[in-house]
T-cell receptor, first 113, second 112 residues
Framework: NAGVTQTPKFRILKIGQSMTLQCTQDMNHNYMYWYRQDPGMGLKLIYY???????DKGEVPNGYNVSRSTTEDFPLRLELAAPSQTSVYFC????????????FGSGTRLTVV | KQEVTQIPAALSVPEGENLVLNCSFTDSAIYNLQWFRQDPGKGLTSLLLIQSSQREQTSGRLNASLDKSSGRSTLYIAASQPGDSATYLC???????????FGTGTLLAVQP
């Protein structure tokens, strides 16, 4: 039971570089989410998807892009990394919305220098 | 706008003590409330999910209650152990996206 798998676990980027954070789930969940967690702050929703081909903005989408070509994968793209994007990123999935619990990945710790 | 608050921000207790963590939310029109545990440098592990029609859920030494009308939930940990040391987060669906909104967590340290 892999659940939600995120790669890489750690990454250091230089300002202006780009990268993709990978997220895949094997539970056939329709809903997938990306959150960021900053020290002393709660998790903030970046983007979410309710199914393959459908994505929508969350609370803090600026500077990020996502795609959902398959049910299993939900990559998060940073095009021009900025120090403000230094954070821990979590991917999560759920069977449906609101009535169902979320399953989280182990996170990607990103530092932009 | 839904806001979730957790008090206290940090708590230190001796091993064996029973303890209560608090979570409050401003909009009582929620479908459910979820409690998570986060170990340092790790992801979130779901502990308990309480549906809006339920008043409490139990798992082992953990018991979570939900009072929608007052906008409060409590997580009760019985006979605490050093292995319970972690950050505990509560979350409810809300906001414009109706996705999970998290509190800032309670950092629990159980001293042996």
């Amino acid at each position: 039971n892999a659940g939600v798998t995120q790669t890489p676990k750690f990454r250091i980027l230089k300002i202006g570089q780009s990268m993709t954070l990978q997220c895949t789930q094997d539970m056939n969940h329709n809903y997938m989410y990306w959150y960021r967690q900053d020290p002393g702050m709660g998790l903030k929703l970046i983007y979410y998807s309710v199914g393959a081909g459908i994505t929508d903005k969350g609370e803090v989408p600026n500077g990020y892009n996502v795609s959902r070509s398959t049910t299993e994968d939900f990559p998060l793209r940073l095009e021009l990394a900025a120090p403000s994007q230094t954070s821990v990123y979590f991917c999560a999935s759920s069977y449906g919305d609101s009535l169902y619990g979320y399953t989280f990945g182990s996170g990607t710790r990103l530092t932009v220098v | 706008k839904q806001e979730v608050t957790q008090i206290p921000a940090a708590l230190s207790v001796p091993e064996g003590e029973n303890l209560v963590l608090n979570c409050s939310f401003t909009d009582s029109a929620i479908y459910n409330l979820q409690w998570f545990r986060q170990d340092p440098g790790k992801g979130l592990t779901s502990l308990l999910l309480i549906q809006s029609s339920q008043r409490e859920q139990t798992s082992g030494r953990l018991n979570a209650s939900l009072d929608k009308s007052s906008g409060r939930s409590t997580l009760y940990i019985a006979a605490s152990q050093p292995g319970d040391s972690a950050t505990y987060l509560c979350a409810v669906p809300g906001g414009a996206t109706n996705k999970l909104i998290f509190g800032t967590g309670t950092l629990l340290a159980v001293q042996p």
